[in-house]
């Protein structure tokens, strides 16, 4: 369990952008990076890291990112709090102590400090949470692994199946239909308002499932579909193991018609000894 909150950690420090380590200070584990920081006061980083977190429009944006689309951190504040643990975050000059609550909220305790640059998150795991030595060393593989080639494009609209771009639409409440149309691969410029044309004038929550269905296609009409080889990849390196295989394709996944079409690569890494202790990575 230590890995798992630890690399769901990792993975959005990834995500930020900058140069991102691990680390560990006596009980406490410390994530660190250099991107821009967290947006938001105390309170609302407090529901950030809360079990009961809602989910925010932005998470629906389909992209192949590291970490668990809003998930993650609730997992993160349910191992604190089941395990008696300690959180803390600093951000933009302000340090943050978070309390996880039983019934889904967390507490916070800000304190101005000198941290301009990036965020870091001290986390501490209380005694009823199984020790593990090797604790950070999923975390210390995402890192290594991040040096490989990422997917820097937009969601595409191949991505959605109609019920959940019905959902995003829901999400974007009074927000124009073109604005959010603007924000899918192949859509921008000129073509987003050929796409939103019929629903001129419209905010998104506006539309119904049928209308959201049109729309989808009309996106869809103007895009292409993204590659496998799009999304990147890790690829061969020194610190992985020498026997290296790749596989790509896509999958299309959703129950209403259009059903998405979700490309994939996976990676695989293997030492082979000849004993119950060779090593094997894979990534997707």
């Known amino acids: 369990m230590r890995r798992l909150v630890l690399k769901e950690l990792v993975d959005n420090a990834l995500d930020?952008?900058?140069?991102?380590?691990?680390?560990?200070?006596?009980?406490t584990y410390f994530i660190v990076d250099t991107g821009p920081g967290i947006d938001g006061g105390p309170q609302d980083i407090a529901r950030m890291f809360s079990i009961n977190r809602p989910m925010v429009s932005s998470k629906l944006w389909r992209l192949p990112k590291r970490g668990a689309l809003g998930n993650g951190l609730r997992v993160v504040a349910g191992a604190v709090l089941s395990s008696g643990g300690r959180l803390v975050v600093t951000t933009r000059n302000?340090?943050?102590?978070?309390?996880?609550?039983?019934?889904?909220?967390?507490?916070?305790?800000?304190?101005?400090?000198?941290?301009?640059?990036?965020?870091?998150?001290?986390?501490?795991?209380?005694?009823?949470?199984?020790?593990?030595?090797?604790?950070?060393?999923?975390?210390?593989?995402?890192?290594?692994m991040a040096s490989g080639e990422t997917y820097i494009g937009k969601p595409s609209p191949f991505w959605y199946d109609a019920d959940h771009f019905f959902e995003l639409l829901q999400a974007g409440k009074d927000r124009p239909v073109r604005e959010l149309v603007a924000q899918l691969d192949g859509c921008t410029g000129a073509k987003a308002g050929q796409i939103s044309e019929a629903f001129k004038g419209m905010s998104c929550q506006a539309l119904d499932r049928d209308q959201a269905v049109a729309l989808?296609?009309?996106?869809?009409?103007?895009?292409?579909?993204?590659?496998a080889r799009r999304l990147g990849s890790v690829g061969k390196s020194s610190f992985l193991p020498e026997w290296y295989a790749s596989e790509?394709?896509?999958?299309?996944?959703?129950?209403?018609?259009p059903k998405a079409e979700i490309p994939f690569v996976i990676e695989a890494w293997c030492d082979f000894h000849g004993s119950r202790d060779d090593d094997v990575s894979i990534s997707s």
């Open 16 to 27: 930020a952008g900058g140069d991102s380590m691990i680390g560990q200070k006596g009980e």
């Open 94 to 144: 302000t340090r943050h102590v978070l309390t996880p609550r039983e019934d889904g909220g967390t507490d916070v305790m800000p304190e101005q400090v000198d941290f301009p640059v990036g965020t870091m998150i001290e986390i501490e795991f209380g005694s009823d949470m199984p020790a593990d030595p090797l604790a950070m060393r999923w975390g210390e593989d995402a890192i290594r």
């Open 216 to 227: 989808l296609g009309a996106a869809r009409a103007h895009a292409k579909p993204v590659s």
């Open 248 to 257: 790509s394709g896509s999958v299309q996944i959703g129950v209403r018609n």
